[in-house]
Every structure is written in C-alpha cells, then in structure tokens.
C-alpha cells in the first residue's frame, strides 16, 4: 500500500451532488505531489478530506497503512500551511513556531531545541522576536512553513500557500519550499492553481475536474502526452482537430490522413501545441496542410498566427526569420512525434 491511500472518496456539500465522486488518490512516502485544476474542481476539498476538516460521504483515508477516515484532526500530526499563512500576531516568530509544540505539551528544553533548529533550517533565526507585522511576505510564508515542520508531521498539507506573494517571492519561495521538502523526506500535498509553479516543484501532478482525477503522472509526462482534452487545454494545447482512426497510427480528419507516432484506440481528436507546428515552404507529402493567415501578433522574440485551414482555425508561432502578412497564404507541416490524441 502507498504511504497515503484515498480510496473511492465522495464529498457532498447538501447531501444531494457530489463535490467529489469515486476519487482514488496513492501518495509515496517523500513525494511531493501536486492537487492542480481550475477553480471550484475539487482540490481543496481534497485537502482537507486528508486534513480531517470534512469527513467523506464515501470512502476512506489510509495513512502509512493506518486508517484515517475517522481520526480527528488534533490527533493526525499533519503539518497545514495555509494561503492566509495564520500565525498568531500576538506571539513572536519563536512563540508561533513552538505553538504545536505546546499543544503536545513538549517539555521547554526540548521545545526550545526544536524551535531553534527549525528557525536555522528556514532562515529565521535572526527575526525570531520580531512579530508577525513586523515581516515581509516571505518571511511570514517561511515562519508558518517553519511552524508546520517543526513537529516533525506525518504529512505536510500546502492550501495555495503562494497566492498572496509577488511573481519574484513565488519563484523564490517554490525553490525554498521543494529544498526543504527533499531535506527532511516530507509527504507532502500541494493544493494550486499555478500550472507553472506546480510543475515547477511537484514530484507527480494530479489534475483535477468536476470532482474527479482527469490525470495522475508526472509533470514531464502530463506537459508531453496529456490523456484528456481537458488536461490538454488546460497545459496549454490550443489547436483541436477532429479524427477517426483508419489503421495502425493513421488518423483522418476531414479527408486528410494523418500520421500520428503514438496510438489511442479511444482517441476523437489530435491536439498539437502552436510551437511545435512548423511554417514550411512547400506541402509536405505527409501531415502537411495549407492555411492563409487571418491574424498576426508579435510576441517579442517571435510571430503568433492564427490561419484558417481546412480543419478549423489554428494557432501557430514562427519564428522573426521570416515574417508573414495577413492574407498570406502558408504551409504547415505538423510532426507526427509532436501530435498527442485525446
């Protein structure tokens, strides 16, 4: 069994439709791994299924083979970090820190130890009596991160924690929290809605829609073969044109065949990323199409264009070697190793 196992959970806010239906979720031991979706999916109610905050209507929780489903969250030993960060404004860096500890009712010295260790991990050791309002963003980020690792938790829970810091602080912090992370060999759960920060840092990558798990791999994997038109839009693929298989790694498409590297029975429609469509001087004899360009953006170092074609308006970047107009009439060649079905 997997260090963390959520097994068919359902979640349901009025008793009636479900917020999460069937959910399936297996965590290794010191994997970081990553709820990432859209607004209103079900990421942070995942979360805090595992937190213990909302007891499933469904399923069960197993952690390290040990049934969680109906331990109560003072009794998990789970670290929370959450995006309003939380600290205490009335205690000290040193005070909040040492905050669960207290709750265990951990001796002083021992706690003394502890806190002081944590505070030089995370970098803190020379603001520990200062006060919340007297720290920036990211200190006040690293103190409640510090606060949730220093009672050495079963499992670290991160709820958006980046959210509320700017684009520099985010970098930063996503590399602080990834160093400490593989340092002490946490479990971890990352709830965001960044793709880019949560490939950044993630060891496997959950996306997620309606309340379901659309796509569980790597972030390598998941950015190079996503399985689902869904997971595809969301990474990024913008261009979707409609197929039905013929034989072995030929699909057609409005008359056209196609040769596609990779194979999926199931697959309705190829998807190709605008970079990896390339502007060629002449028709191809394989997967080479015609287009005329209907609209042009730069993109500093490069050309956007959108260019109708006998398949439907697609989106294709080309490079400022050479430029076309709107209006012009153009040839594309889409790779059969870049082509992804879904």
């Given at each position: 069994?997997?260090?963390?196992?959520?097994?068919?959970?359902?979640?349901?806010?009025?008793?009636?439709?479900?917020?999460?239906?069937?959910?399936?979720?297996?965590?290794?031991?010191?994997?970081?791994?990553?709820?990432?979706?859209?607004?209103?999916?079900?990421?942070?109610?995942?979360?805090?299924?595992?937190?213990?905050?909302?007891?499933?209507?469904?399923?069960?929780?197993?952690?390290?083979?040990e049934n969680y489903t109906?331990?109560?969250?003072?009794?998990?030993?789970?670290?929370?970090?959450?995006?309003?960060?939380?600290?205490?404004?009335?205690?000290?860096?040193?005070?909040?820190?040492?905050?669960?500890?207290?709750?265990?009712?951990?001796?002083?010295?021992?706690?003394?130890?502890?806190?002081?260790?944590?505070?030089?991990?995370?970098?803190?050791?020379?603001?520990?009596?200062?006060?919340?309002?007297?720290?920036?963003?990211?200190?006040?980020?690293?103190?409640?991160?510090?606060?949730?690792?220093v009672i050495e938790p079963?499992?670290?829970?991160?709820?958006?924690?980046?959210?509320?810091?700017?684009?520099?602080?985010?970098?930063?912090?996503?590399?602080?929290?990834?160093?400490?992370?593989?340092?002490?060999?946490?479990?971890?759960?990352?709830?965001?809605?960044?793709?880019?920060?949560?490939?950044?840092?993630?060891?496997?990558?959950?996306?997620?829609?309606?309340?379901?798990?659309?796509?569980?791999?790597?972030?390598?994997?998941?950015?190079?073969?996503?399985?689902?038109?869904?997971?595809?839009?969301?990474?990024?693929?913008?261009?979707?044109?409609?197929?039905?298989?013929?034989?072995?790694?030929l699909y057609e498409a409005?008359?056209?065949?196609?040769?596609?590297?990779?194979?999926?029975?199931?697959?309705?429609?190829?998807?190709?990323?605008?970079?990896?469509?390339?502007?060629?001087?002449?028709?191809?004899?394989?997967?080479?199409?015609?287009?005329?360009?209907?609209?042009?953006?730069?993109?500093?170092?490069?050309?956007?264009?959108?260019?109708?074609?006998?398949?439907?308006?697609?989106?294709?970047?080309?490079?400022?070697?050479?430029?076309?107009?709107?209006?012009?009439?153009?040839?594309?060649?889409?790779?059969?190793?870049?082509?992804?079905?879904?």
């Open positions: 069994m997997s260090y963390v196992d959520l097994k068919d959970i359902a979640v349901s806010y009025d008793g009636k439709s479900n917020i999460l239906e069937g959910l399936n979720l297996k965590i290794e031991k010191g994997e970081l791994v990553s709820l990432l979706g859209p607004s209103g999916c079900g990421k942070t109610t995942t979360l805090r299924v595992i937190a213990g905050y909302i007891d499933p209507k469904e399923g069960e929780l197993f952690v390290n083979d109906k331990i109560p969250v003072h009794k998990r030993n789970f670290g929370i970090v959450f995006q309003s960060y939380a600290l205490f404004p009335h205690l000290t860096v040193f005070e909040n820190v040492a905050f669960g500890l207290k709750m265990k009712k951990t001796d002083k010295e021992t706690t003394a130890k502890k806190v002081n260790e944590m505070l030089e991990i995370c970098g803190l050791t020379e603001y520990k009596d200062r006060y919340p309002k007297q720290m920036s963003g990211g200190q006040r980020q690293r103190v409640a991160l510090a606060r949730a690792l079963n499992l670290l829970l991160l709820d958006e924690p980046l959210s509320n810091l700017d684009a520099k602080l985010r970098i930063q912090m996503r590399v602080e929290i990834k160093r400490l992370q593989k340092k002490m060999n946490i479990t971890t759960v990352f709830v965001t809605h960044d793709q880019e920060e949560c490939f950044s840092i993630s060891d496997r990558v959950a996306i997620m829609n309606n309340g379901i798990i659309e796509q569980y791999d790597t972030p390598e994997n998941i950015y190079a073969r996503p399985k689902t038109e869904f997971v595809a839009r969301f990474i990024g693929f913008e261009n979707f044109i409609d197929v039905v298989k013929k034989e072995k790694n409005n008359g056209v065949v196609f040769h596609v590297d990779e194979e999926v029975d199931a697959a309705s429609k190829m998807t190709i990323r605008p970079d990896d469509i390339e502007i060629v001087k002449e028709l191809g004899a394989e997967n080479g199409i015609s287009g005329k360009v209907l609209v042009r953006t730069f993109l500093g170092k490069s050309y956007q264009y959108e260019v109708e074609s006998n398949f439907g308006r697609l989106v294709v970047n080309g490079s400022d070697m050479e430029v076309y107009e709107t209006g012009d009439s153009i040839y594309l060649n889409l790779p059969s190793h870049k082509i992804v079905l879904v």
